[in-house]
């Protein structure tokens, strides 16, 4: 901030700044007590206060069609959880995303899927497609697998390793 002329220098020990700017959103967040309060550094689900994870309460898979306004960079929807707790929530949201999913026929991950000249849309193409598979699996969910097997994959309970590489 020093550097690009955005703070200027108020104490040298311990250093301290003042912004030349009022930072985004900070005017209409004074009468919001959330914002402004000061959050712990602990799972919201059982107080672990050591190794815990940022949890998004809205799948990206819904937060991308939000609103841009909705859609910013603010903490009312990440909460800590520890990884315990993470699994749980994750384990959840995935079963009720799928329940959604079959529920209004939306698929999770439209593939690409290339027009053959038939009438119908490749959006119906796809919601067969993903209805007929089951429901697939993200590219983020391959990678996180991919990565934990091979950080980890010797230290799995052999249930968890199978599990992840079927």
Known sequence: YLDRDLAKLVEDDPPAIMLLFEPKGRPEDEDNTFYIQSK???CVGCGEKSHYLRYRIIPSCYRLHFPEHLKSHRSHDIVLLCVDCHEVAHAAAEKYKKQIAVEFGIPLFVQKIQDSGDERSKLEKAQDEWKSKGGGVSPLQLRTA???LLRHGSMMPSERREE???
């Open 40 to 42: 712990k550094n602990m």
């Open 146 to 148: 991919a990565m934990a």
């Open 164 to 166: 992840l590489t079927s």
